[in-house]
């Protein structure tokens, strides 16, 4: 058989078997792409195939002191403590097995965020990140500043300690507040009068400082608030039904 026909024939074979969608494998063996697709692995598919097929560590504790995320708190924060509960539990090694955690992790409407999103979006750490922080960065509850401390008042039939302790509270859930605009809140709300002209007198230029004088001043406050009415007491005339023999 001549060369050339040899050849032809070849090609027409080769044809053939690229059509029916057959690729070649060593050693000449062919197998269908039917054949050599792999199952789909579980998990959102916004999150890249190496994701949802990586294996968990073994051992592995899934943490159980996260909370689910529902949108109310710093995205950023929550994914670190996240990360940080998974590594202690065992997923030290690879974030791809911590990401593949996180559906079981999040809320019901979280959870459905995720699994909408387009598929094959995340494949690292920082992709996560990325898409997580953005899309919740405007969801989250953003704490107060000083106009929301200003708004801390004293009450009437308060004591000055109930007051200094109901503001103390406030501001330590109002992070990043400067000194200078928490002493003027404290002394914008109080109703304490003679602890103002103090507080004029001796400036003070940190919260700690102001702290240490509105509890020296509450406690002599509350010193001559108990002896004046000691004093009352013992200035009383003797009741009338207790006036003994004549």
Not at 39 to 45: H, K, N, S, T
Not at 59 to 84: M, V
Not at 213 to 236: I, P, Q, T, W
Request: net charge neutral; glycine share 8%; hydrophobic share 35%.
């Amino acid at each position: 058989m001549h060369v050339s026909h040899i050849i032809r024939v070849v090609l027409q074979q080769y044809g053939d078997v690229k059509e029916r969608g057959y690729s070649a494998h060593r050693g000449g063996r062919y197998d269908s792409d039917e054949d050599r697709m792999a199952p789909e692995p579980p998990g959102p598919r916004v999150f890249s195939r190496a994701i949802r097929s990586t294996p968990l560590p073994s051992p592995f504790g899934p943490p159980t002191s996260i909370a689910k995320y529902n949108g109310e708190t710093k995205p950023e924060l929550w994914l670190a403590d996240f990360r940080l509960a998974c590594q202690l539990g065992g997923a030290r090694g690879d974030d791809r097995a911590i990401i593949r955690q996180l559906p079981l992790f999040l809320s019901d409407t979280a959870r459905r965020w995720l699994e909408e999103l387009p598929a094959d979006q995340i494949h690292d750490w920082v992709d996560l990140v990325r898409v997580f922080v953005g899309n919740f960065k405007g969801t989250y509850i953003w704490p107060g500043n000083s106009w929301d401390l200003s708004k801390c008042k004293h009450k009437s039939g308060e004591t000055l300690r109930e007051y200094a302790r109901r503001f103390s509270k406030q501001r330590t859930e109002l992070p990043h507040i400067p000194n200078h605009d928490i002493i003027l809140a404290f002394v914008s709300g109080t109703t304490s009068r003679d602890l103002v002209r103090e507080l004029g007198r001796n400036r003070p230029q940190t919260v700690d400082e102001l702290m240490d004088v509105v509890a020296n001043y509450a406690a002599g406050e509350e010193a001559v608030g108990a002896f004046f009415s000691c004093e009352g007491r013992k200035g009383k005339l003797p009741a009338d039904d207790d006036e003994g023999p004549r």
